[in-house]
């Protein structure tokens, strides 16, 4: 009897820690000392949040690029050959304006300058012939010599001669016929020859107021005279002295 109640009671507290083993869900067994955990230290929230903040940055930049259209890369501009050749061309233009426009204006400048000289020289054409009349139609007894001389001086060729070895008698007469005559040209052109030539024909109207012994009232005569003017060694001169109708 004391043997069976012993052994109940051991069947019992065998029992008993079976069913403590089984309720106990971890830890050491007891009378046991649990070992030690390792320690972890736990990450920043930022540190955390980045791989996570790269992770949904990558997969939303990869969505919009799958869904953006492509974009077109600018197309690159090379320079441009034919750039230089223009600007040369232009200013090789504006050259040829400015040089075309300079020698215009030394051309009209040339022209403007041989006008006039060709007109001077006109000019003294038919100053010389007025002068060669003015000497003819202009003579007093009084300086019946120095009037010879005068007409002398201005002429040339065949003119020259008919005068040459008569000045004596011509101021003789003058002086004893005691003739006065006063000249005026009332108009004188040149007829022909060209303002460059030597030599050109003048036509001169002229009047002329005469006295004498015998005719002491001044009367006038009106004539016309065809003057050769010729360039004797750059002097003009009258060559030739003709009366015309």
Do not use: C, Y
């Amino acid at each position: 009897m004391t043997d069976s109640a012993e052994q109940a009671q051991q069947t019992s507290a065998a029992a008993d820690r079976t069913r403590r083993r089984a309720v106990r869900h971890a830890g050491p067994p007891v009378g046991e000392t649990e070992a030690p955990k390792p320690v972890v230290l736990a990450k920043p929230a930022a540190a955390q949040a980045a791989p996570e903040a790269e992770k949904v940055s990558t997969t939303k930049a990869a969505s919009e690029a799958s869904e953006a259209p492509p974009i077109e890369a600018p197309p690159i501009e090379t320079p441009k050959q034919g750039r230089p050749l223009k600007s040369l061309l232009a200013w090789g233009v504006t050259a040829v304006v400015i040089v075309a426009l300079v020698v215009a204006a030394v051309v009209l400048l040339l022209d403007q300058r041989s006008a006039r000289e060709r007109d001077d020289r006109r000019q003294a054409f038919v100053d010389t012939a007025r002068q060669t009349v003015l000497n003819l139609t202009t003579i007093h007894p009084e300086t019946a010599k120095q009037d010879v001389d005068r007409i002398i001086a201005g002429a040339s060729g065949q003119f020259l001669e008919e005068f040459q070895g008569r000045e004596d008698p011509f101021v003789g007469v003058v002086q004893d016929a005691n003739v006065t005559t006063e000249g005026e040209v009332i108009e004188a052109g040149v007829e022909n020859g060209t303002e460059t030539s030597i030599s050109a024909n003048v036509l001169v109207a002229a009047r002329t107021m005469v006295s004498s012994k015998e005719q002491p009232e001044p009367s006038p005569r009106d004539f016309r005279m065809r003057v050769t003017i010729s360039d004797v060694d750059g002097k003009l001169t009258a060559s030739k002295v003709e009366f015309v109708p």
